[in-house]
């Protein structure tokens, strides 16, 4: 038995189109940062010789065979790797809303990649790791490793995965986040549908490309430097040209609910009273303030005079995925 965890990640240049969608190669690179909140913890051993397919335990309520093709195509990969014909029972303990928006399928296809890859055998190098949970969902590929961490588009399986950047960079650096939790709901439409279909129609979507491109430059500058303000600058507006994609798709469609736009006016606000913070979203309607973390508190203190009914969790740079003992697993 193997017990694994991993961190969520959030995307400061974001990851949004799939140029093979079966391997899971993006059309450009991504960096983003790990968190210490949101994680999940899994925990996977052989099913019974007699199973005859793959069992999922989430958040104690097994699931439907039917919303579980994707994990079960994840696990078969697995199989055929490492030469194993035995089913895996899999349970999986979420400390994120699931799917809504922060990144669940990232720390949790990162921590599946770690206990199953283990359970079966395989002794993978953290590059391996971060190639194999890629081909869960994309963002899974960067929750391998904490801090900033970059992920190379490459062209094939062999070369797309993600590495961390200089190790101590994340220390340096005083930075945080607050997620306002605008909603735990799941969200309408998946990232993997929206963006293949931002892909297919979005003229807007080949200028967030060279943006990127453009983005990434100046914030791995910015992170070298410590430069906190230009960070922020550029994560918040590569976010936005992400988004603007999708309402330039056919349907044009946005993650954004009216409380989305209310939270993005109160952080543009506490930015006009002097407190340097600025906002990124995901593929979901909730906002991730990116702040500095010794002004967390304060931060979060103004937001929630101005936000009062929505709650916010403050985390700060977090570890890449993790075994765990059954001892430290039993502690929670
Ligand atoms: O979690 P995935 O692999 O479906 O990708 C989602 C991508 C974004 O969260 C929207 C951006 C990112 O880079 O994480």
């Not at 799917?99 to 359970?119: H, K």
């Not at 190098?125 to 929750?143: I, T």
């Not at 100046?218 to 918040?236: C, M, P, R, S, W």
Request: charged share 20%.
């Amino acid at each position: 038995m193997t017990i694994a965890r991993a961190h969520t990640n959030i995307a400061l240049i974001k990851y949004w189109g799939k140029k093979d969608p079966t391997l899971i190669i993006p059309y450009a690179n991504s960096l983003s940062l790990t968190l210490d909140q949101f994680y999940t913890t899994t925990e996977v051993t052989f099913a019974d010789e007699a199973a005859h397919q793959d069992e999922f335990i989430l958040n104690g309520q097994r699931l439907a065979p039917k919303a579980t093709t994707r994990l079960a195509a994840f696990l078969e990969l697995i199989r055929q790797r490492a030469r194993v014909q035995r089913y895996f029972k899999v349970k999986s303990e979420n400390h994120v809303p699931t799917a809504a928006g922060l990144a669940s399928s990232a720390s949790g296809f990162a921590a599946l990649a770690l206990a199953a890859s283990t359970t079966a055998g395989l002794q993978l190098s953290s590059r391996d790791l971060s190639r194999l949970a890629r081909r869960g969902s994309g963002s899974a590929c960067r929750s391998i490793f904490g801090g900033f961490v970059e992920w190379h588009k490459g062209y094939d399986d062999q070369t797309s995965y993600a590495e961390p950047l200089q190790a101590d960079q994340h220390v340096a650096m005083d930075i945080g986040m607050l997620a306002l939790i605008i909603s735990d709901q799941p969200k309408q439409i998946s990232s993997r549908k929206e963006m293949a279909n931002t892909v297919a129609t979005s003229p807007f979507y080949d200028a967030f490309i060279q943006a990127c491109e453009q983005d990434m430059i100046i914030l791995k500058q910015a992170i070298t430097q410590n430069d906190f303000v230009t960070l922020g600058q550029i994560a918040e507006s590569n976010a936005m040209k992400m988004h603007a994609t999708t309402m330039g798709a056919q349907p044009p469609f946005s993650y954004f609910l009216p409380e989305t736009i209310q939270a993005i006016q109160a952080v543009q606000r506490v930015r006009r009273e002097g407190l340097d913070c600025y906002y990124t979203m995901d593929a979901g309607p909730n906002v991730k303030v990116i702040g500095r973390a010794s002004e967390l508190e304060t931060l979060q203190v103004r937001l929630t005079e101005l936000l009062p009914n929505t709650p916010m969790v403050a985390a700060r740079p977090g570890p890449g995925a993790m075994l765990l003992s059954d001892f430290e697993f039993g502690q929670e």
